[in-house]
């Protein structure tokens, strides 16, 4: 349950469910170590929530028929910004902010990974650039579009002293330049072929799936493929994704630098197709910070 500030104090509840393995071979025995996006109370929601109140008042002999949406574009432009905190598994925290050139089919976007569920603890930030792909109709997923991403330059942020202290010590020539590392300043890690203590390897391809919607405010949303539940990356035609992480909205407008500042150390911006650093040693990390807390 939590309070709306936006919305006079209304409160609004939710419920969190266990995350599903991208695997389905592996659903039988999986037990959840993350969570769904979260349901909203059809009864305490976020107002105004038009299907909220045609769910509440459907019944199992009325279900609730939903209103039809204009189909949105089905290509990727512009820049799109998370919409909130977004949970992966092993306990890994981030937003996203995304930026897609259609004219020469280019990308660039920022992640931005915390320590906690509110994402008000930074612990450092990818920015990366590469191509995508001209989309084609997806046969396994209906309304889906295929593409292939390819990341071609990373640069990482570290922003809390446990991250700082891994770059630092990692193995020479395996992520930057070792012990050069400072918070709050940017390294370029395709110098050394990515960052093993990440989990990441450059260049990289991931075969991807997007769609975009409308929500009930004419907002335009992008969902991009959900990440493998074992923390691999779908970097075959065999393991593109047949699922959706949470979605993005489009940005109004062009962003300006101090908004993008701002979002950094807020609630705002990761990216489809950057590679995931790796869950263990971003655990590990976690697990560190939250012993040094409690001393």
Same mark, same amino acid.
């Given at each position: ?9 209304? +409160? ?100 931005? %990974? ?148 701002? +979002? ?6 990761? +990216? ?9 040693? +971003? ?6 910070? %939250? ?5």
């Amino acid at each position: 349950k939590q309070y709306n500030g936006q919305q006079g104090g209304g +409160l609004v509840e939710k419920l969190f469910l266990g995350d599903t393995h991208t695997d389905r071979s592996e659903r039988a025995h999986y037990r959840p170590n993350g969570y769904q996006q979260a349901l909203q109370s059809a009864l305490h929601h976020v107002h105004p929530c038009h299907v909220c109140g045609i769910i509440y008042n459907a019944n199992e002999h009325q279900p609730p028929v939903l209103p039809r949406t204009p189909q949105p574009p089905g290509h990727l432009r512009g820049e799109w910004v998370s919409s909130q905190c977004e949970v992966r598994p092993n306990v890994l925290f981030l937003t996203r902010y995304l930026t897609f050139h259609a004219d020469n089919y280019t990308w660039e976007g920022f992640y931005y %990974h915390y320590a906690d569920p509110l994402c008000k603890q930074p612990t450092f930030a990818l920015r990366a650039s590469g191509y995508y792909t001209k989309g084609i109709s997806s046969e396994r997923v209906k309304g889906g579009t295929e593409l292939v991403f390819t990341v071609n330059q990373v640069w990482v942020k570290p922003l809390s002293q446990v991250i700082l202290q891994m770059l630092n010590t990692s193995r020479p020539k395996s992520c930057g330049v070792a012990g050069l590392w400072a918070i709050g300043e940017e390294q370029d890690i395709s110098v050394t072929g990515g960052c093993t203590t990440l989990g990441i390897s450059l260049p990289h391809t991931e075969y991807e799936l997007f769609k975009i919607e409308q929500d009930s405010h004419s907002r335009l949303l992008l969902y991009m493929g959900e990440r493998p539940t074992d923390g691999s990356s779908p970097s075959t035609p065999q393991k593109r994704p047949t699922s959706y992480q949470p979605p993005l909205i489009q940005c109004s407008g062009e962003l300006t630098e101090p908004l993008k500042q701002r +979002l950094s150390t807020d609630n705002a911006p990761s +990216l489809a197709a950057l590679p995931r650093p790796h869950p263990w040693a +971003l655990l590990s990390a976690f697990i560190v910070v %939250h012993i040094l807390r409690q001393n």
